[in-house]
Each structure stands twice: as C-alpha cells, then as structure tokens.
C-alpha cells in the first residue's frame, strides 16, 4: 500500500459540493446523537424518570443509585471513557480531513480515494460502537436478570429489596444508528458517483 497522490482541494464540480453538503449534515447527525441519552432507566422507588442514563461514554447514575449499588454493576472500565472520547475526537478530525483531502492510496489494482475511505471507516465504526453499546447493556443486564428493554423485577444485589425497572432506548440511539447508515451509505455513493479511482 503506497501513496500515489498528496494534495488538498477545495473545488470540485455541483456534484461534490453536495456530497460535502451532505457529509456536513451526517456529521452534525452524529455530534448530535452523541450527547443525547441513547438507553434510560426508570427505578420505580426513586422519584424521577432518568434513573440510569446510558451515553457513549458510560452510564450516569442518579444520586439515589449511586448510593443503594455497587457501582460495577453498571459502571465501565477507566480507561472506557477517555477511549471512547478519543476514538470521537479522531472520527471527527477524519470527516473534516475528508472534506478537502485529495489523496489515494493503491490496494492491490484498485487507487482507493482516501477521503472516501475515511467517511466509510467512521460510519462502520459508529454502526460498531452502536451494536456494542446495546450488546455490553444487555449482557450488564441479563447478569443481574433483568430485560435491558422493557419492564423488570428483581433483587437488589446491596440491600436484597425487590424492585422494579422500566428501560427503554432513547431517540439518541437511533440517531446514531441513522449517522452510521449515513455515513456509510454516502461513502458508497461518494465511490461510485466520482469514481475517483478512474482518475
């Protein structure tokens, strides 16, 4: 795998200003649905809705929780955070990179356009980061039988009272699954339409 091409643009015909355009509105969909609530839980005993709020980085927890659980229960490793932060940080960077970007890279026959293959790492990544966020809750979950979706009943492991959870996903969940479609889909379409590996 070697460079062929070095270079930054910012021209291009209608046809890749839209694409840019669109580009621009996947990753405002993604920023968005990252600082939205993607899963919550309501404890039936504690006042309140949002119980436990689950985003990208981890789950919040309300003081009530915090103070009545063992926080493994429901907390993530310490190096979750800052690694998830990070992998946002860089998604971010290689979608702005992608804007401009004029370089292509040869696997084998094909020149790959390194814009293209970038938006197309992001949205496979985010679609990931999805199905994992949903599997690790599920799994977290059917460790202390209990539904990750939907009504649950069961024994608190710290004071053995019985108590009752209603969880469901949030509108963020589903607005990052859309920016992972999103993103993928426009790299696909980024490929075919401009055919940047004819050039």
Do not use: C
């Not at 404890?43 to 709020?53: E, F, M, N, P, Q």
């Not at 979750?80 to 979608?95: E, H, N």
Request: proline share 5%; net charge positive.
């Amino acid at each position: 795998m070697a460079h062929t091409e070095a270079a930054f643009t910012v021209g291009g015909g209608a046809g890749t200003w839209i694409l840019r355009l669109l580009l621009v509105a996947a990753a405002a969909l993604m920023v968005y649905s990252w600082f939205q609530p993607w899963w919550i839980g309501d404890i039936a005993t504690i006042r309140g809705t949002d119980d436990l709020v689950l985003h990208p980085w981890g789950i919040d927890a309300v003081g009530p929780v915090r103070m009545a659980s063992d926080p493994a229960l429901y907390e993530m490793p310490g190096f979750f955070k800052p690694f998830v932060w990070t992998y946002f940080g860089v998604a971010m960077l290689a979608l702005l990179a992608s804007l401009f970007v004029n370089m292509k890279f040869k696997l084998g026959p094909v020149r790959l356009p390194l814009a293209t293959t970038l938006i197309l790492l992001v949205g496979l990544s985010y679609l990931i980061t999805v199905g994992l966020a949903y599997f690790i809750g599920d799994m977290r979950a059917s460790g202390l039988d209990m539904n990750f979706i939907g009504r649950s009943d069961y024994t608190d492991p710290t004071s053995h009272r019985k108590v009752r959870m209603d969880s469901a996903l949030q509108d963020g969940y589903w607005y990052a699954l859309y920016a992972g479609v999103a993103l993928f889909s426009l790299a696909i379409i980024r490929f075919l339409f401009l055919r940047e590996w004819r050039k």
